[in-house]
């Protein structure tokens, strides 16, 4: 433990929850969250080591057990992640880390499950990006069990229905891709790539720009729907067959279509590829790791 490691870095909610114990425990207990949280980005199995031991001594505060589930999960140790994550819920009363739970019974290979954990989520108690994380979890469990247009669906609902920052957006829409390319739409994955930025790299200063991919994902539905409507032409031409109507009405169902959490980018696609392309000149992009 480095000397300079105070229980006074940790915030002060955290520090609250530590006062059921006493004061020497902790403050040994507040120093090893210290290091969790500074850890759990560079080395997450030494800050799930750290958390361990928090937890050991402080088994009954729901931060300390919640802090072990977090580190448990990023460092691979499932089973531990899925033990600590309900314990902090119990102690809690609060609906934590539903896509962590879910992510976790996904990488056992209980997809049955994690699907369940997802629809247990109480959304009074889920935010913006808590919903956007459970819907790309949920999107990668029908992609294992071989259901990528599902997979598909879920995620294009929550695109539409985020209203978070742009870095979450924009892994929604690399996850959009991954579904796609799955399907076979090798060239909308490629744009919708193209797009957010993934594979390219910027200059600095570039990274400060950002690309308004909602707006851009509205401008593609629209430019979809005038794409599949029936074409004026310069002799006058006979009203389209009713089985021509019924592909236009079923092509526009399938993009209203619910999945289990959230979803868009340009959901549906149109006859001509080129017809939901964003303008080259005002594409600006946003830098960030992408997520399967």
Do not use: W
């Not at 609906?95 to 997802?118: F, M, P, S, T, W």
Request: glycine share 6%; charged share 35%; hydrophobic share 40%.
């Amino acid at each position: 433990m480095p000397s300079e490691v105070l229980p006074q870095n940790l915030e002060a909610s955290a520090r609250r929850e530590l006062r059921s114990l006493g004061r020497a425990n902790a403050e040994n207990v507040a120093r090893h969250l210290v290091m969790v949280q500074r850890l759990l980005d560079s080395d997450p199995e030494l800050a799930y080591q750290h958390a361990r031991y928090a937890a050991s001594h402080a088994g009954r505060v729901a931060v300390v057990r919640e802090s072990a589930g977090i580190a448990a999960y990023l460092s691979g140790h499932y089973n531990e992640a899925l033990r600590e994550i309900r314990a902090a819920r119990r102690l809690s009363g609060l609906d934590l880390h539903r896509a962590i739970e879910a992510d976790c019974e996904r990488a056992l290979g209980r997809y049955n499950q994690a699907l369940k954990v997802a629809q247990e989520a109480d959304p009074r108690q889920l935010d913006d990006l808590e919903e956007a994380e459970l819907a790309m979890v949920v999107s990668g469990v029908r992609h294992d069990m071989g259901q990528s247009e599902l997979g598909l669906v879920v995620i294009e609902e929550a695109i539409m229905m985020f209203r978070g920052d742009r870095e979450t957006l924009r892994r929604l829409h690399s996850v959009r891709a991954d579904r796609l390319e799955e399907l076979g739409r090798g060239d909308e994955a490629a744009k919708i790539r193209k797009r957010i930025g993934i594979g390219e790299e910027r200059e600095p200063a570039e990274e400060v720009e950002v690309y308004d991919i909602e707006d851009d994902y509205e401008e593609e539905q629209h430019a979809a729907t005038t794409a599949d409507a029936p074409q004026a032409s310069e002799e006058p031409s006979a009203a389209p067959e009713p089985s021509e109507t019924a592909e236009v009405a079923e092509s526009r169902e399938a993009s209203d279509a619910v999945g289990a959490s959230a979803g868009a980018d340009d959901s549906t696609a149109p006859t001509d590829p080129e017809a939901a392309e964003p303008e080259a000149d005002g594409a600006t992009t946003v830098a960030g790791p992408a997520e399967d």
